[in-house]
């Protein structure tokens, strides 16, 4: 297993669009326990592909306070079923920013798990919004596009500061 470097707001690549996955073999498995152990050192509680610029449609998430339930998603797509809601984001792509986006709440999810056998969920609360923040990621969408483009402006200049300083 190994930590893969995560790609930082404004990284273009983070702007990339996923292509679907076409074989869940064991060379993708490798990458989704890659993806588990970057994602449980940060710590966070999603992590999509393009984060570690792997351009597939492919998520990992575990939203467990005993992180003891890695959940796999691939290709997934959803749809809305009911209702809306309002959470205070975060990414591991822009870290240090947190603030309110509105998504859907109630919806309904199919994907392929990693033994590549199709499965359907509904979701609701922190997993549906979790779930929606990561596909958006598959998009090259980030939640900051969510937010005004002052708020946007200020997190930009913010990180690309400490990117700098990093380098420096
Ligand atoms: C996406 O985000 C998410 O700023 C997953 O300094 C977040 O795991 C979906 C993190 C909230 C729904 C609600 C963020 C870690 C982790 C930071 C994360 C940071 C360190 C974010
Ligand atoms: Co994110």
Redo the contacts with the bound molecule.
């Keep these: 297993m190994a930590i893969l470097e995560i790609l930082e707001f404004p990284d273009p690549r983070l702007r990339t669009v996923a292509k679907p996955v076409e074989q869940v073999d064991d060379a993708l498995r490798k990458t989704i326990d890659d993806m588990f152990e970057t994602m449980y050192a ?5 992590l999509a592909a393009t984060q570690v610029n792997v351009h597939k449609r492919l998520l990992v998430l575990d939203i467990s306070d005993e992180k003891n339930q890695p959940m796999v998603f691939i290709n997934p797509t959803f749809e809305p079923v009911a209702g809306q809601q309002e ?1 205070n ?4 792509s ?5 603030d309110n986006v509105t998504r859907h709440d109630r919806i309904r999810v199919k994907a392929l798990d990693r033994m590549g056998q199709p499965f359907e969920i509904e979701a609701d609360g ?1 997993l549906s ?2 779930i929606q ?1 990561e596909i958006d990621h598959l998009d090259g969408k980030l939640f900051v596009d969510y937010l005004s483009r002052l708020k946007r402006d200020r997190v930009k200049n913010k990180l690309e500061k400490e990117q700098r300083a990093r380098r420096a």
């Design positions: 940060a710590p966070g509680i999603g959470y984001e975060g990414c591991l822009v870290p240090g920013y947190y922190l919004v979790c923040h």
